[in-house]
């Protein structure tokens, strides 16, 4: 014999009752509500100020200017020649990076403090400064001296945490 002349597989629908569907009703109510609260956190930790990032791009843009024309200044005074003469590199340098982080910190005041590890960073620089001043004048005492980088609380150095402050390559390494 062969088979019915129907599908095989198809099968009578099934009963809803009230119960399935109220249950299908408040999942989807779930899921809903669900799939917005999740939107909802990802728009809010997408705009949100990272504790560990300086991410304002207006405040990235004015270090960067501030960094690019400090770091061609530093590369134009070379460090080299007799202790005298590294030590007055240094400190021609350091009024360059001064004038930097001077120029920062007059840009945008507002968006440093709303940037969290900005002023950490500004900071890390003037520690940073100051360790290569400490250089500058040891420098005339002992030819072979060398810099000691400023370490943060943990005992990494600053010169590690300034960098990685920064969305991929560093700003002002």
């Given at each position: 014999?062969?088979?019915?002349?129907?599908?095989?597989?198809?099968?009578?629908?099934?009963?809803?009752?009230?119960?399935?569907?109220?249950?299908?009703?408040?999942?989807?109510?779930?899921?809903?509500?669900?799939?917005?609260?999740?939107?909802?956190?990802?728009?809010?930790?997408?705009?949100?100020?990272?504790?560990?990032?300086?991410?304002d791009?207006?405040?990235?843009?004015?270090i960067?200017?501030?960094?690019?024309?400090?770091?061609?200044?530093?590369?134009?005074?070379?460090?080299?020649?007799?202790?005298?003469?590294?030590?007055?590199?240094?400190?021609?340098?350091?009024?360059?990076?001064?004038?930097?982080?001077?120029?920062?910190?007059?840009?945008?005041?507002?968006?440093i403090?709303?940037?969290?590890?900005?002023?950490?960073?500004?900071?890390?620089?003037?520690?940073?400064?100051?360790?290569?001043?400490?250089?500058?004048?040891?420098?005339?005492?002992?030819?072979?001296?060398?810099?000691?980088?400023?370490?943060?609380?943990?005992?990494?150095?600053?010169?590690?945490?300034?960098?990685?402050?920064?969305?991929?390559?560093?700003?002002?390494?």
């Open positions: 014999t062969y088979p019915p002349e129907r599908n095989a597989w198809q099968f009578a629908a099934p009963s809803v009752t009230m119960g399935r569907r109220s249950l299908a009703v408040v999942a989807a109510l779930v899921a809903l509500l669900a799939a917005g609260a999740l939107v909802a956190a990802i728009v809010h930790a997408g705009s949100g100020d990272s504790p560990e990032l300086i991410d791009d207006g405040l990235t843009a004015s960067a200017a501030h960094c690019a024309l400090m770091t061609s200044t530093v590369e134009s005074l070379p460090v080299t020649g007799t202790a005298q003469r590294r030590s007055d590199a240094i400190r021609d340098q350091n009024r360059a990076i001064r004038i930097m982080l001077t120029s920062i910190r007059d840009d945008a005041p507002d968006a403090r709303a940037d969290r590890p900005a002023a950490r960073w500004l900071r890390d620089w003037d520690r940073l400064v100051g360790a290569r001043e400490v250089l500058a004048a040891e420098l005339l005492r002992d030819p072979n001296a060398s810099l000691d980088v400023p370490v943060d609380a943990d005992g990494r150095p600053v010169t590690e945490r300034m960098d990685d402050v920064w969305r991929g390559d560093p700003v002002c390494p």
